[in-house]
């Protein structure tokens, strides 16, 4: 019987927490059980919390996991590794060396000759696209071509694995769509110095577009929730209705596997979104065509927003008891309808009843201004409650969304200068 080929890079029952400025252990990532076979494009797909860029330090070697077991060539891995290269989001170019300085460091550190350095180097300029660009400084450059330096970077050290964090989420739309296409011709006809590729992304789309496989997150902690294969043949056309099939299959299976509530309902973890825009969006789904029921990938395109952000604005809808979300469609409730037919003043009213109702912690905060004898309360008295259990950024980020809210719904005040709590003329 043949051996089952070893994968290039594995993860085998990982799990990683951080600790906790109050004490204890933040659970981020359980039981991750990952493989990454040559000659394939993954994509990691989660929405914020999800652990996506920990699992990348991880197999990067930057990282070591709390429990379970990392390799790579079929050995374990305790530190970063020659033959595993890394694209960020941020540029992070150094400003004082020129495009071919930048491409150069990364080999020199591997005490190469100097002409060998050079032919690299310049190689892997001419293959990204910045041939003639050589002696130009970052601060010359367009987004776009910082970002190729980069990749020119890592592409530059040959390396067998390229872990891609966000990589062209900092850039411009067309810019981004521009640097996809080239990239993935490049991959197409094998002129890439890399066997395999993982990309870390929010973006639907994009992992679509590029993946063979898409492996979907689940959050706090991050959990493997279900693979997705793309068995669409490259170039892929994004109007093509097999294309558009898979991008409602990943919504759909994203709304069906919701952030687990905490133990603590206080402390769930809260989606970003305005009340502007989650007003905009009922509206938009109450109206003609939809009459109530929209397709989420279609509403999505029809916001022009990233599909994390389009997803955290539906979920903010369905934690307030305004929509449901179920097989990739968004369907307004009695309350959401009842909310796009008010007035201004009856929709603070419904929305302050929907928040408390359906939102533990801006109960939580009520009944704490209520209690003290000054009725107010700093900010940071709930944030260092909310690390408890959630990572410092996602307790950010929980905090700004209820306090956005609570404001809108008048249930309390806020002062940014003072950065506390009140119920000092909350309306």
């Known amino acids: 019987m043949t051996e089952p080929a070893v994968p290039l890079s594995e993860l085998r029952g990982v799990r990683r927490t951080f600790p906790k400025a109050s004490g204890g252990e933040l659970l ?7 493989r990454l076979e040559s000659g394939e494009i993954v994509c990691l797909l989660g929405r914020s919390g999800s652990g996506k860029s920990t699992i990348l330090r991880i197999l990067a070697g930057l990282l070591p996991p709390t429990d379970g077991e990392v390799f790579f060539e079929g050995k374990p891995l305790h530190g970063p590794a020659v033959g595993i290269s890394l694209v960020f989001q941020s540029f992070a170019l150094f400003p004082w060396l020129t495009v071919l300085g930048n491409v150069e460091l990364g080999l020199e550190a591997q005490g190469l000759p100097n002409a060998e350095i ?6 892997a300029i001419d293959l990204i696209g910045l041939d003639g660009f050589e002696s130009a400084y970052p601060k010359e450059l367009s987004g776009g071509m910082r970002q190729r330096v980069g990749f020119a970077r890592a592409l530059v050290v040959h390396p067998r694995l390229m872990l891609m964090d966000e990589a062209f989420s900092a850039l411009d739309v067309l810019t981004a769509e521009n640097l996809r296409a080239d990239f993935l011709a490049l991959w197409t006809q094998r002129k890439l110095p890399i066997d395999t590729v993982l990309l870390v992304t929010h973006n639907i789309e994009e992992a679509v577009l590029m993946g063979d496989r898409i492996v979907l997150l689940s959050t706090h902690p991050g959990r493997i929730s279900d693979t997705i294969e793309v068995p669409l043949a490259r170039p892929r056309d994004r109007f093509d209705p097999a294309f558009r099939g898979l991008v409602d299959l990943v919504y759909s299976r994203m709304t069906q596997t919701p952030i687990r509530p905490s133990a603590v ?6 989606p970003p979104a305005s009340t502007s825009m989650l ?6 789904v109450a109206a003609p065509p939809f009459e109530g029921q929209a397709d989420l990938p279609v509403l999505g395109e029809r916001f022009q927003i990233e599909g994390h952000e389009f997803l955290s604005l539906a979920d903010a809808a ?5 929509a ?29 009843e929907q928040l408390l109702r359906h ?8 009944t704490v201004l209520e209690t003290r004898p000054g009725k107010r309360a700093p900010r940071t008295r709930f944030q260092v409650e909310l690390e408890d259990h959630l990572s410092p950024e996602d307790a950010r980020t929980t905090l700004n969304a209820v306090t956005s809210w609570g404001r809108f719904a008048e249930i309390f005040a806020y002062d940014d200068q003072d950065e506390a709590f009140s119920l000092d003329d909350p309306g």
């Open 279 to 284: 007003a905009g969006l009922l509206e938009t």
């Open 359 to 366: 939102v533990p912690l801006a109960s939580h905060i009520l």
């Open 324 to 352: 449901l979300l179920e097989a990739g469609d968004i369907q307004l409730t009695p309350e959401g309808m009842r909310f796009v037919g008010c007035g201004l003043d009856e929709r603070k009213r419904l929305f302050a």
């Open 28 to 34: 981020v990532l359980d039981g991750i059980d990952l």
């Open 265 to 270: 309902p206080i402390a769930e973890a809260l």
């Open 318 to 322: 369905r934690r307030l008891g305004f």
């Open 118 to 123: 050079r032919r690299r180097a310049l190689e």
